[in-house]
């Protein structure tokens, strides 16, 4: 059973960078498969942050491209994101998940974290 | 950009048949995915590629494309279907969510 679990400080000061790593575990992320992250402020829809394979390849969102960093780390089964300059509207539910690529050019995720809430504030 | 649109809320009484829309112009050539989230929970994936179901999911889910919208449509809808439902789809470069549909048994 592929379980993914995201851990990172949960109170971030305006300015500064959010960072977050999301364990993966009943799966190989060296076996493929992408890997992304997803936002839900309160209240609100899902946000799509980025994406990452195994070979280091990322895909962000262009509305937030130039303040994340996904990287990825094979050795310890993990992958990561970094957010920069973060204002109070980043405060949100940070979910990590698989990324899955199918026929047609097209993307879901079938697998997902239990979600971490990291709040902007000083 | 493209934009995926959903009705904020949809009612159903128990034992009826819910179909909550998703509109966009990426839908007619696109494939699309529904996300259930109930309250305090991740979202799970009952559909995917308009109409395919992961394993476990339970048969009363299912969807539709018709031009430029999906469908989710629930068959005698139960209590615990009670939740937020997502449309997704990809188009090409970046993942687009729906706006949330919150159905309501």
């Known amino acids: 059973q592929v379980q993914l679990q995201e851990s990172g400080p949960g109170l971030v000061k305006p300015s500064e960078t959010l960072s977050l790593t999301c364990t993966v575990s009943?799966?190989?992320?060296?076996?493929?498969?992408?890997w992304g992250w997803i936002r839900q402020s309160p209240g609100k829809g899902l946000e799509w942050i980025g994406r990452?394979?195994?070979?280091?390849?990322?895909y962000y969102n262009p509305s937030l491209k130039t303040r994340v960093t996904i990287s990825v780390d094979t050795s310890k089964n993990q992958f990561s994101l970094k957010l920069s300059s973060v204002t109070a509207a980043d405060t949100a539910v940070y979910y990590c998940?698989?990324?899955?690529?199918?026929?047609?050019?097209?993307?879901?995720?079938?697998?997902w974290g239990q979600g971490t809430l990291v709040t902007v504030s000083s | 950009s493209y934009e995926l649109t959903q009705p904020p809320s949809v009612s159903v009484s128990p034992g009826q048949t819910a179909s909550i829309t998703c509109s966009g112009d990426?839908?007619?050539?696109?494939?699309a995915s529904w996300y259930q989230q109930k309250a305090g929970q991740s979202p799970v994936l009952v559909t995917y590629?308009?109409?395919r179901r992961p394993s476990g999911i339970p048969e009363r889910f299912s969807g539709s494309n018709s031009g430029n919208t999906v469908t989710l449509t629930i068959s005698g809808t139960q209590a615990v279907d009670e939740a937020d439902y997502y449309c997704?789809?990809?188009?090409?470069?970046?993942?687009?969510f729906g706006g949330g549909t919150k159905l309501t048994v």
């Open positions: 009943g799966y190989s992320i060296s076996s493929g498969y992408y």
């Open positions: 590629q308009n109409n």
């Open positions: 990426i839908l007619g050539d696109k494939y």
């Open positions: 998940a698989r990324d899955r690529p199918l026929s047609g050019g097209y993307h879901d995720f079938d697998y």
């Open positions: 997704q789809a990809w188009d090409g470069s970046t993942v687009l």
């Open positions: 990452i394979y195994r070979s280091g390849n990322t």
